[in-house]
């Protein structure tokens, strides 16, 4: 039974080169299904159906309009909390495998709980100015 | 000639993979679309789909006929082909037909770091036959891709799925696929908070990026659902919301926004989008099953099973590679089962109810998950027993807040009047009703006034 010392984590760019091919593949995959409805479908026309579909009823203008705020604001605190999670990555991988009795392990939990910290502080802004409330 | 440098033994591998894995997961996809109407069917007493086989309407295939409607999405998948693909007028062409293109490929090309085999051990040169290149061998990881970042890859792709739900929504030009894809994209960015805050959860329980160590960490220690419960859970929820399954399809709702972001699609333009959706959730349980079911790994060592035995990751023989890529897909399998079954016996929440719990109960008990687990890393408690310890603790101590908590009475469920309608009238506005039924006739008055809510 070989038990062999495994060298895994190739770091070198060659090894994302079946992904290269996995896109390529999903690439032609998505391109094919709809030049092939399109050929091979039938296509007619008329007044009545080429109008925008509004439960039967006749399209009233455009839907490129303005819409409500809060999905903005969403996607703001969104990057936010995005970024610091990004951030926290390579503490993660790291962290658990630093000798924890040194002080430095210490300094680094505190400085991530401070870098955390400041987050719930923004979070707890977004909470009181109401960033949460939907209704 | 020499071979190329880029071919190795893991080149191969991983290329076969991909190339097996991909027909897999569209297979799957378009089975998990057979039994979910299957099961669906058995949920609500109905038969289902049970006429279409594989007979094609031959006589001499006469004998393929029926198999259980087996040949159901086989048959809706060539229909769909065949359909007219229609665009509305006011839409915008070039992104209306983009669009399903960029849906579909995060959902096909996320599974490639999953190391369905594990590791397979080769000779340390492979003369390839007819060829007659010598390339490296050594020791391949049986997945679509060796690389050290696959978590980041996982996260990266899953992200990437909001994109072309966002470019059908606003290219249809169409008032109710421009609402579903803004509710699907805030739903969706909204759960991959959490969702990254418990993957780097389990990240401090293993200490690597790599798909392949966090098996081996969950062989050697424990499954990574018995140490962090919690974690688990809300990955399960996000995986649900970033595929817009039930209970979170808040994306297409039927009765609010007839097929939300792809009410204007036809043909396979259409078919590319629930495609994805299985494909999704194929992906997704594929990698839970990765973070906290311990991959291909099953506790045989429990019934008397020794060292290195068939699914652990010292084997590396054939036959253990080919044991342990049949035991994550059927774990695999039995995710989607789930998922199946939680469409099916959950109601769907509500749009303000998916953003609150999302914003207001998920992301803050992920984020105590994350520095409990941090504290009691540098405390020295990472054993499985300590962990679990924890996570009952944080859910005793986050249900004791419940009552403390703030609550803005009313404001919630509150009723949005539609002032001057037959159910809000408007100040002293006397109401006319007239019931139909007789019934209803004698239950109400005929005419009165409503009582007014103030605010």
């Known amino acids: 039974m070989p038990t062999a010392p495994i060298t895994l984590a190739a770091t070198d760019l060659s090894s ?32 009545v159906k080429e109008k925008t579909y509004e439960s039967g009823m006749d399209t009233i203008g455009s839907a490129h309009k303005r819409f409500n705020v809060r999905f903005y604001i969403i996607a703001m605190v969104f990057l936010v909390f995005d970024i610091e999670i990004i951030f926290l990555y390579p503490w993660a991988v790291t962290f658990p495998n630093i000798d924890q009795s040194t002080p430095d392990a210490l300094l680094w939990l505190g400085r991530i709980l401070f870098f955390v910290f400041t987050t719930v502080v923004a979070y707890v802004y977004g909470v009181r100015k109401g960033v949460f409330r939907f209704d | 000639m020499d ?10 591998a991983s290329v076969v993979v991909i190339l ?25 007493d109905r038969i289902g789909p049970n006429r279409v086989g594989f007979d094609f309407g031959q006589p001499w295939l006469s004998f393929l006929k029926g198999m259980w409607g087996l040949g159901q999405f086989l048959a809706d998948g060539l229909k769909m082909l065949l359909k007219e693909e229609y665009s509305p007028k006011g839409a915008d062409r070039a992104l209306f037909n983009l669009a399903p293109m960029v849906v579909v490929i995060p959902a096909l090309i996320g599974f490639a770091v999953i190391p369905w085999g594990g590791v397979l051990s080769l000779p340390e040169t492979i003369t390839l036959p007819l060829i007659g290149w010598t390339i490296p061998g050594g020791d391949v990881l049986i997945a679509g891709a060796n690389v050290n970042v696959g978590i980041i890859y996982i996260l990266a792709v899953a992200s990437l799925g909001v994109y072309g739900i966002v470019l059908a929504g606003w290219a249809s030009n169409n008032k109710y696929a421009f609402l579903g894809s803004l509710r699907a994209s805030a739903q969706m960015i909204s759960y991959e908070i959490p969702l990254g805050l418990s993957l780097l959860t389990a990240l401090l329980m293993v200490g690597s990026l790599m798909p392949e160590e966090m098996i081996r960490h969950q062989s050697s220690e424990a499954w990574l659902i018995l140490s962090q419960p919690l974690a688990a859970i809300i990955v399960f929820i996000c995986f649900l919301a970033e595929a817009n399954r039930t209970p979170f399809d808040n994306a297409e709702c039927e009765q609010e926004l007839v097929a939300g972001f792809h009410t204007e699609y036809s043909s396979m333009r ?46 590396t023989s054939i036959p253990a590679m080919l044991a342990k890529f049949h035991v994550f897909i059927f774990k ?24 609150q719990s999302a ?60 002032a001057g309608s037959r159910f809000s009238p408007l100040e002293g506005e006397t109401v006319r009703t007239s019931p139909v039924s007789a019934f209803a006739r004698e239950d109400r008055p005929v005419e009165s006034t409503l009582p007014v809510h103030s605010g």
């Open chain 1, 16 to 47: 994302y080169l079946p992904i290269l091919i996995l896109v390529g593949m999903a690439v032609t995959f998505g391109v094919f299904n709809v030049v092939a409805s399109n050929l091979l479908g039938p296509s007619r026309t008329g007044k």
């Open chain 2, 270 to 315: 259409f078919g590319l989008f629930p495609l994805s959706e299985y494909a999704h959730v194929a992906a997704g349980s594929a990698i839970f099953t990765l973070l906290f079911l311990g991959g291909y790994h099953l506790p045989l060592g429990l019934i008397g099973a020794g060292e290195g035995h068939l699914l652990s990751p010292e084997n």
């Open chain 2, 332 to 355: 695999t399998l039995a995710i989607i089962f789930l998922v199946i079954l939680v469409r099916w016996t959950i109601p769907r929440l509500r749009f303000d109810q998916v953003m």
């Open chain 2, 3 to 12: 071979a190329p440098s880029f071919l190795t033994a893991q080149f191969i």
């Open chain 2, 359 to 418: 914003w207001n109960t998920v992301i803050p008990l992920a984020i105590v998950i994350v520095v409990v687990t941090a504290v009691m890393i540098h405390l020295g408690y990472r054993s499985t027993g300590a962990m679990l310890l924890a996570n009952a603790g944080i859910t005793v101590f986050a249900l004791g807040l419940l009552p403390i908590l703030p609550r803005r009475g009313g404001a919630n469920n509150r009723k949005v009047r539609l």
């Open chain 2, 20 to 44: 097996i894995v991909v027909h897999m997961l569209l297979g799957a996809a378009g089975m998990s679309i057979y039994f979910e109407r299957k099961i669906s069917a058995y949920i609500q």
